[in-house]
C-alpha cells in the first residue's frame, strides 16, 4: 500500500469520479438552461423591436352593419337590423354571409323603421341571423360635397 498524504488523491478513486461526473452534470444542466433562455431571447427579440402602429384599414373594407332579421322571401326583401345606429342609404349595396359558404347579395330600398332597414334580395340565400356587410366603393372623379362618406348613395353609411 502506497502512502499518500491526506486530501491529495491520484483521481482514480470511484468516490470522486462520482463527484466529478455530479459537478459536471450540474453544470451541463445550469449551461443548457442559460443556452435555451438565450435562444428564446433571440427568437423572440425580433418582434420586441417592431413597430407598435396597427395596420390602417382600407377605406374600401367591408364593415359589419347589421343581422338579418327576418326574411320574406315570397316578396323578395329581407328587414337588416342596424347596429350602432348606422343609416344606410338608399341603393346601397349590402353582403349577407352565413354559416359556411352561403351568401347573399343585398340593395337597400330605401324604406325603414327605427334601426330597421327593407333591403331586396338581388341573389343567393338568406337566413335570419345572417351578417350583413357593407363595403363603400372608393371613386375616383371627384364627388359634390355631401354628408355621406366617400362612395356612398345619399344618406350614406353614417349616424343618424
Known amino acids: 500500500m502506497v502512502n499518500r498524504p491526506r486530501g491529495k ?3 482514480n478513486s470511484p468516490l470522486e469520479s462520482k463527484r ?5 452534470t450540474v453544470l451541463m444542466r445550469g449551461l443548457h438552461s442559460i443556452l435555451c433562455a438565450l435562444a428564446c431571447l433571440l427568437t423572440a ?19 359589419l352593419v347589421g343581422r338579418v332579421a327576418s326574411v320574406h322571401e315570397a316578396d323578395g326583401f329581407v328587414l337588416v337590423q342596424g347596429f350602432d ?15 359556411g359558404e352561403q351568401t347573399a347579395t343585398l340593395v337597400v330600398t330605401g324604406e325603414r ?10 341573389s343567393g340565400s338568406v337566413s335570419v341571423g345572417d351578417s350583413v356587410y357593407a363595403r363603400p ?21 353614417g349616424a343618424e
Not at 50 to 61: L, N, R, V
Not at 85 to 99: F, M, N
Not at 139 to 155: H, K, Q, V
Request: glycine letters at 16%; proline letters at 7%; a negative charge.
Open 20 to 24: 466529478l461526473l455530479a459537478t459536471l
Open 45 to 63: 427579440g425580433c418582434g420586441l423591436f417592431g413597430s407598435d402602429d396597427e395596420p390602417e384599414e382600407s377605406p374600401t373594407a367591408a364593415k
Open 137 to 157: 366603393i372608393e371613386e375616383e372623379s371627384e364627388m359634390p360635397a355631401t354628408d355621406a362618406p366617400i362612395g356612398l348613395p345619399t344618406g350614406g353609411l
Open 85 to 99: 345606429d348606422l343609416k344606410l342609404g338608399d341603393g346601397l349595396l349590402l353582403s349577407a354571409r352565413g354559416e
Open 9 to 11: 488523491s491520484d483521481g
Open 113 to 122: 323603421m327605427g334601426r330597421y332597414t327593407a333591403a331586396d334580395l338581388k
